[in-house]
């Protein structure tokens, strides 16, 4: 909490790894220092009065608190080692498709020679001429002749590495996302996902992860702002519950009020189709076309159909 020339009362967020406790020889608690970790200035020291604490209990221990991302430091770490080895196995690794063997040179009495020592020339040149005959989609399938020039091609390409961390990582990032209560469709994973599992995935969100925090964040708040000025005790600290964001529920919920006659139709044209509230020329007109379709015309009022427009 920051104090202004205005006697004003401003609330700043500050991330906790920002915060340092400050306690004197003797072990008495003195208040706090906020600095950033890799910033050269100063640290700004604060009043205990000042700091409000907001913490996430410890399931284990209530006395103490835990963050999420504590809980999962192993996983975290798991992840960061497999990024680390696939980024290295790319910047380091050698992927030639197959491995060509240079036949020998002739040997006396029918012995097998030696391989020649090619140089950086006759190496590109064979190379060339391999892909000028056998490469592209052109020549897939086609069949590789071998002769005294070259005397055998073995593949050598193998599934990339990486693809052994394929499963692992997958399971890393699930107890990673379940630690903080994310669904991967939040966070716009759509594989295998549908409208249903969405809508289920924000809700369960909403409810099981934003509305708790949100109602320790107002009862933290609400007990600080009591402590910190007895001239506002009465006042309260609330945050509005999070609601799933399900346009077919919504619907329905406006329909069901609308049914019901407890919701007005300006009240729906305003809030659902985005339109402005009826003239009393559109009520008028609105109260002819029931009355048409009461006595049986449907269609009245439309540009197609055996109904007429009311004159």
């Not at 996430?56 to 975290?76: E, G, K, M, R, Y």
């Not at 980024?87 to 030696?114: Q, S, T």
């Not at 964040?217 to 009591?226: C, F, K, S």
């Not at 076309?289 to 009022?301: S, T």
């Amino acid at each position: 909490m920051k104090r202004d020339k205005k006697k004003l009362d401003q609330i700043w967020p500050v991330p906790a790894h920002w915060v340092t406790h400050i306690y004197s020889e003797s072990g008495k608690f003195l208040g706090y220092e906020i600095k950033k970790n890799t910033s050269a200035a100063k640290p700004i020291p604060v009043k205990p009065s000042d700091m409000i604490y907001f913490p996430l209990p410890n399931p284990a221990d209530p006395l103490t608190t835990i963050s999420p991302l504590q809980t999962q430091a192993t996983a975290v770490s798991v992840d960061e080692a497999i990024q680390t080895a696939q980024f290295r196995a790319f910047k380091n690794g050698i992927f030639p498709g197959v491995l060509l063997r240079v036949g020998k040179f002739e040997g006396a009495y029918g012995m097998p020679g030696e391989l020649p020592l090619l140089d950086a020339h006759q190496r590109r040149d064979l190379v060339a001429a391999v892909q000028a005959l056998y490469g592209g989609v052109l020549n897939y399938g086609d069949p590789l002749i071998l002769d005294a020039l070259i005397e055998g091609v073995e593949k050598l390409t193998h599934a990339p590495q990486e693809m052994d961390f394929m499963e692992s990582g997958e399971s890393v990032k699930k107890r990673i996302f379940q630690a903080f209560g994310v669904n991967p469709i939040l966070t716009g994973q759509t594989d295998g996902a549908n409208r249903a599992q969405a809508a289920v995935a924000d809700g369960i969100f909403a409810a099981s992860v934003i509305n708790p925090m949100g109602d320790m964040i107002g009862q933290v708040i609400t007990a600080w702002v009591a402590n910190y000025s007895q001239d506002s005790q009465d006042l309260m600290f609330w945050v509005e519950p999070a609601r799933p964001n399900d346009d077919e529920l919504k619907l329905k919920e406006w329909l069901g009020g609308m049914s019901n006659l407890v919701v007005t139709p300006d009240e729906y044209r305003k809030n659902v189709l985005q339109l402005p509230a009826m003239t009393e020329e559109d009520k008028k007109q609105m109260k002819e076309l029931m009355a048409l379709r009461v006595m049986g015309k449907p269609n009245a009022g439309g540009s197609t159909g055996s109904g007429s427009s009311p004159k």
